[in-house]
C-alpha cells in the first residue's frame, strides 16, 4: 500500500481547522495527516462538554490540535473582565473543554497560544521562562487558556506564535495582506517604527506542528522566525516585494498608547531558542 493512500495517514483532530492558521495546516500537512475537523463549521461547539467528550472518546485520533480561539483584539477589549462573555468562554472555558477531555483519554494536546500573553516592554526576546503579563482582555484570556492546559494535562505542547501570515489569500486578512491592500490602495503611513515584533509563517510553522504531532514535546515553545521587524520595516518589505515606490513615513507607538483604548506592546521578540535546540535534538 503507497503512503500516500488515505488508510496510511495518522489521524488528527483538531479545532479551528477551517480558519486562517489551521485551513493552511490541514493543505500543507494534509498527505501525511487525516484531520478530524472539530469547528462551529462542522456543528460542532467546543463548550459542548457532552458533545467534545464523545467526540474524543470514539476519535481514533491520539493527537488533538487546538486552535480556535476568539481572536479579535478589539471586539475583545469590549468584554474585559466578563468571564461570561464570548471572548473568556471560548478562550478559557473552550480551552477546558478540549484539554480535560484530551486528559480523560489520553490524547496528546498541542495549543496554540500567543506572544501577547506579555507586555512588550522587555528589549531583549522573551523566553519561555519570562514573567507574563498581558495588557488587553485577549491576551489575559490566552494567558489563562494557558494556565488551564498546564494544570489539566501536564504533557501538553503550548506553541506560542505572533502575528500569523500565510502566503495565500483568506477571507480574513493577515498582517502581511493587510499591509499589502492598504498599500496598494496607496496608503504611505504613518508605520510605528519603534513596534518591534517577530512573525510567524504559517508555511513554516507548519513544519513545527508536524513536529509537535510526532514528538509530542511537553512545555511552551515560542514559535517565529528570528527576523524583527517594526511595521515600518515590514510595510517597507512588502511594498518593495509589490513592485510599488511610495515613500513611507514613521510614527510612534508610545505616543499612540497615550491614548489608546488598546494599547500595544511595544516590544513582543520572540526568543525561538528553546524549539531550535529541541528541534536538533528530535
Excluded at 473543554?97 to 497560544?113: D, E, F, K, M
Excluded at 515584533?197 to 513545527?208: C, K, R, S, V, Y
Excluded at 520595516?233 to 513592485?243: F, K, M, Q, V, W
Aim: hydrophobic fraction near 35%; charged fraction near 20%.
Amino acid at each position: 500500500m503507497s503512503a500516500e493512500t488515505p488508510h496510511s495517514k495518522t489521524p488528527v483532530m483538531g479545532t479551528g481547522l477551517s480558519g486562517l492558521v489551521g485551513s493552511r495546516i490541514v493543505d500543507l500537512l494534509g498527505d501525511r495527516y487525516s484531520f478530524q475537523n472539530l469547528d462551529r463549521t462542522e456543528g460542532i461547539d467546543i463548550l459542548n462538554q457532552e458533545q467534545i467528550e464523545n467526540i474524543v472518546a470514539n476519535s481514533a485520533a491520539k493527537t488533538m490540535l487546538h486552535l480556535a480561539a476568539f481572536t479579535d483584539l478589539n471586539t475583545a477589549q469590549k468584554e474585559a473582565g466578563d468571564t461570561s462573555g464570548i471572548v473568556y468562554q471560548v478562550n478559557v472555558e473552550g480551552t477546558r473543554t478540549i484539554a480535560a477531555a484530551c486528559a480523560r483519554h489520553g490524547v496528546h494536546l498541542i495549543h496554540l497560544s500567543t506572544g501577547y500573553v506579555f507586555d512588550g516592554e522587555k528589549n531583549e526576546p522573551y523566553t519561555e521562562t519570562d514573567p507574563t503579563n498581558p495588557v488587553d482582555w485577549y491576551s489575559e484570556t490566552k494567558l489563562k487558556a494557558e494556565e488551564v492546559v498546564t494544570e489539566l494535562t501536564s504533557e501538553a505542547t503550548i506553541l506560542r506564535i505572533n502575528f500569523p501570515y500565510r502566503q495565500d489569500e483568506f477571507p480574513k486578512a493577515d498582517i502581511w495582506h493587510k499591509m499589502a491592500n492598504a498599500l496598494r490602495e496607496g496608503k504611505t503611513g504613518p508605520f510605528f517604527d519603534d513596534h518591534f515584533f517577530t512573525l510567524t509563517p504559517i508555511e513554516w510553522f507548519a513544519d513545527i506542528v508536524d513536529w509537535a504531532i510526532t514528538a509530542k514535546p511537553a512545555g511552551i515553545f515560542h514559535a517565529t522566525t528570528d527576523t524583527v521587524y517594526t511595521d515600518l520595516s515590514l510595510a517597507t518589505e512588502i511594498r518593495d516585494s509589490l513592485g510599488l515606490t511610495q515613500e513611507l513615513t514613521g510614527s510612534s507607538v508610545h505616543t499612540y498608547n497615550q491614548t489608546a483604548e488598546r494599547p500595544y506592546a511595544p516590544s513582543l521578540i520572540l526568543s525561538n531558542e528553546k524549539l531550535k535546540a529541541a528541534l536538533k535534538t528530535s
